[in-house]
């Protein structure tokens, strides 16, 4: 049986750079293995019509090497899917590293063998692995969520999830579609498919707050400046709590008249961009402060969508402004003001069940030629649990997990020795820009492989008293946060059936947590247990 000292699943922006790590810094025996046939991860799989980063291009990749973020030009302001996988094979090609990877293999199994200290791996293709080291590469938002409707298996035209884009054109052209789900997905999707299908109805559940992305060329000097700075940046992101280059204002809402405020808020909507919320401190922390902020945006909506009664299904907000995760869109609000689309509120017209030939509401029967599920994801937990994890002692993952993750920096699992997560629940991941987590991730892994390398040792994984503490930890922050103000928020396992319902990631933001993770690292791992 063929045995590595690391495999890590997943081929996407975390599981190149930790391959990269492995074999070419720690001289470690490394295969990746890859469920799909390239690379690229999320940007493989999201190839839906208007998939687009919301992070910024210039902060968006890898800042380790220098030739690397150098030798690359970001030609707009928020990449588009097609670039970021253009840029990570870019990468690839610098590292050389496609030939460590196995392509088309699902993991199916992963258990624990404690008498050898190995883990052996299982994939869908009949290939059995062993390795010293399991990491876990495979992104926080991989595993799709198509809701379990009834009818859906009777449905005679054909469906998409937005997360499983087919390779192979979707002829959207003159169709008449259904769209379900109004999140960071179905926003981007509306407006480009918009333009040249016959008639789209959007099925909305929950209002969504939504910025002007203002996406734009860039030009030469911007270009020059971003690579001029490229220190400058790398420094920066690692010091904002969400990895990006804006950080919070230090001014409250409350500080100015309605005019001045009004002002201030203006000026950020024009500029667009996640940093929206920073424009004032207060926004994201207080509930009468996040007010005033939600109030503007839903005068901006109110101001665009001609049709009052569709305006007012688009701003009837049941959450604070951030608490679900903050979206950007290119003409969303405009669109409804096209005759061809139309806006179903899910609230009090529920889809009763998907027929034949469309979808059938309390109130109406839809005939549809396609239906695209923007529905999101078994965000965090899902892409884990599906790995059929078994550690020391049989114990299962999904036994473990079942009332809630339990990890430690969300980097690893009491009782899983030598399983590593990279984007784990428990850590910032989706509340930042998940290149910047991912380089703490990788390389705070790699130290730790580099440490028990140099000190000879077998196994590390943290102590079950460790987890329970970071446990508290989150619930501690996340509780004194407005992201508990959101009634259904994936953020907290609220979307999917059945999942425990705690907030998943850490959030307390980057800086803080790298801090922890970089004293852990300094104390040589005295929370863990190390033989
Ligand atoms: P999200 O943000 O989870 O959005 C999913 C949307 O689908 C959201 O509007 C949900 O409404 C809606 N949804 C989910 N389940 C249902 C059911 N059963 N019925 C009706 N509507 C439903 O996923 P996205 O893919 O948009 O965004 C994830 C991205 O965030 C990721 O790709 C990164 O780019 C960042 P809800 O609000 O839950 O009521």
């Known amino acids: 049986m063929l045995q590595f000292d690391s495999i890590i699943i997943g081929a996407g922006i975390s599981g190149l750079y930790q391959l990269h790590k492995c074999r070419d810094e720690l001289n470690l025996k490394t295969l990746a293995i890859e469920e799909g046939s390239d690379i690229g991860g999320t940007w493989f799989w999201n190839r839906y019509p208007g998939a687009r980063c919301d992070s910024e291009s210039h902060t968006y990749g890898y800042t380790f090497s220098e030739k690397i973020y150098k030798n690359w030009t970001w030609k707009e302001k928020y990449p588009k899917q097609n670039t970021i996988l253009k840029y990570l094979k870019y990468v690839e090609k610098k590292l050389d590293l496609k030939k460590d990877i196995l392509f088309n293999n699902k993991i199916t199994s992963a258990k624990y063998l404690e008498r050898k200290n190995l883990w052996l791996i299982k994939t869908n293709k009949n290939k059995v692995l062993l390795c010293k080291y399991l990491i876990c590469a495979v992104g926080s938002l991989s595993s799709a969520n198509i809701p379990k409707i009834k009818g859906l298996n009777t449905y005679e035209g054909k469906y998409y999830h937005t997360g499983r ?40 559940r929950t209002p969504n707050y939504s910025i002007p992305a203002r996406n734009k060329k860039l030009t030469k000097e911007i270009i020059n400046k971003y690579l001029k700075n490229y220190k400058k940046i790398k420094n920066l ?20 008249n309605k005019i001045e405020r009004n002002k201030i808020f203006e000026e950020a909507w024009l500029k667009g961009s996640l940093a929206f919320r920073a424009c004032f401190g207060d926004i994201t922390k207080k509930l009468d402060a996040n007010k005033k902020a939600s109030n503007f945006i839903k005068e901006k909506i109110l101001n665009t969508v001609k049709d009052k009664k569709v305006a007012e299904i688009l701003t009837n907000f049941d959450h604070p402004f951030t608490s679900k995760r903050p979206t950007l869109n290119t003409n969303y609000y405009e669109i409804f003001n096209k005759d061809n689309v139309e806006l179903i509120d899910l609230k009090t017209n529920p889809i009763i069940k998907i027929t034949k030939k469309g979808i059938k509401t309390k109130y109406n029967e839809f005939f549809f030629d396609k239906i695209i599920f923007a529905t999101g994801y078994d965000a965090l937990t899902g892409p884990l649990l599906s790995l059929n994890l078994v550690g020391k002692k049989n114990i299962k993952l999904k036994k473990l997990w079942s ?40 390389e705070w892994i790699t130290n730790c492989l580099n440490f028990l390398n140099k000190k000879n040792k077998k196994t590390i994984e943290p102590t079950i008293s460790s987890a329970k503490r970071w446990s508290a930890e989150i619930k501690k922050l996340a509780d004194a946060s407005l992201f508990m103000k959101a009634k259904i928020s994936w953020y907290k396992g609220d979307n999917i059936p059945g999942k425990p319902k705690v907030f998943i990631p850490y959030p307390g933001g980057l800086p803080r947590y790298r801090n922890i993770c970089n004293k852990v690292e300094k104390n040589q791992y005295k929370e863990f247990l190390i033989k």
């Open 237 to 256: 992101i690692k010091k904002t709590p969400g990895g990006h280059t804006f950080n919070f204002s230090s001014r409250s809402v409350f500080d100015f």
């Open 403 to 442: 009332k809630s993750p339990k990890t430690y920096l969300g980097l690893m699992i009491p009782n899983f020795p030598n399983l590593f997560i990279i984007q784990g629940p428990g850590s910032p991941s989706v509340l930042t820009n998940v290149p910047v987590q991912i380089e703490q991730h990788v």
């Open 165 to 204: 884009w087919p390779k192979k054109k979707v002829n959207l052209k003159n169709k008449v579609v259904a769209q379900i789900g109004t999140g960071s997905s179905g926003i981007q999707v509306a407006p480009t498919i918009a333009k040249k299908v016959k008639k789209l109805v959007i099925f909305q």
